[in-house]
């Protein structure tokens, strides 16, 4: 079964540009959650996505908005870049959104902005 | 979501046990205890998750105290691919990470 895959795996973006990720979950899952890291924050929430219907949001400005489609799959788009925004986007899948089901990562999509 | 405390790092030699100590003495009763493990530039990779009692899989055992405020992650033989940051999260609904241990296998 393939996991999750996420495109880009890496992009450069300037200051004030915008950019959308893509995230195809695991064939079946219902649940997309994305996920930002950086070194000095680490592993913070952004949100969830069930059934084409925001679930949960994390504390990110509304420059970070996502949607999802039938499919399952998911894209989250940042407008406006700042310098900050530079971090690894990772999503992650699973059937349910509730807490006994495990989410599965993708590898990520590097973003940097210069 | 609950926090948690986990050491900052710890070492382990290659073919022993690695035992991964977690606090989450704010835990709720719907909260289930999670790992994760991530490999330097990788996306997290699940582990083992339970909610009160023992598990067990290919990867790991998971061992929750019975008033469920604390748990222990065990892999049972580390090899040098073990060398990872695991994180030990309490979840209801989305994933709380928080800096995790950074395990260091050596041979």
């Known amino acids: 079964k393939a996991g999750v895959t996420q495109t880009p795996r890496y992009l450069i973006k300037t200051r004030g540009q915008q950019v959308t990720l893509s995230c195809s979950p695991i064939?079946?899952?219902?649940?997309v959650s994305w996920y930002q890291q950086t070194p000095g924050q680490g592993l913070q929430f952004l949100f969830e996505?069930?059934?084409?219907?925001?679930?949960n949001k994390g504390n990110f400005p509304g420059r970070f908005s996502g949607r999802q489609f039938s499919n399952s799959r998911s894209e989250m788009n940042v407008s406006t870049l700042e310098l900050g925004d530079s971090a690894l986007y990772l999503c992650?899948?699973?059937?349910?959104?509730?807490?006994?089901?495990?989410?599965?990562f993708g590898p990520g999509t590097r973003l940097t902005v210069l | 979501d609950a926090k948690t405390t986990q050491p900052p790092s710890m070492d382990c030699a290659e073919g022993r046990a690695a035992n991964l100590p977690c606090n989450h003495s704010?835990?709720?009763?719907?909260?289930?205890v999670y790992w994760y493990r991530q490999i330097h530039s990788q996306g997290p990779q699940y582990i083992i998750h339970?909610?009160?009692n023992n598990e067990t899989n290919e990867m790991a055992s998971l061992i929750i105290t019975e008033d469920r405020k604390s748990s222990t992650l065990i892999l049972p033989h580390a090899t040098l691919r073990d060398t990872a940051v695991y994180y030990c999260?309490?979840?209801?609904?989305?994933?709380?990470f928080g800096a995790g241990t950074t395990v260091t296998v050596r041979a």
């Open positions: 992650a899948s699973s059937f349910f959104s509730e807490a006994y089901n495990e989410q599965f």
């Open positions: 064939s079946g899952h219902r649940s």
């Open positions: 996505y069930f059934s084409e219907t925001q679930r």
């Open positions: 704010t835990i709720s009763g719907n909260e289930y």
């Open positions: 339970g909610l009160k």
């Open positions: 999260i309490v979840r209801a609904v989305k994933l709380s």
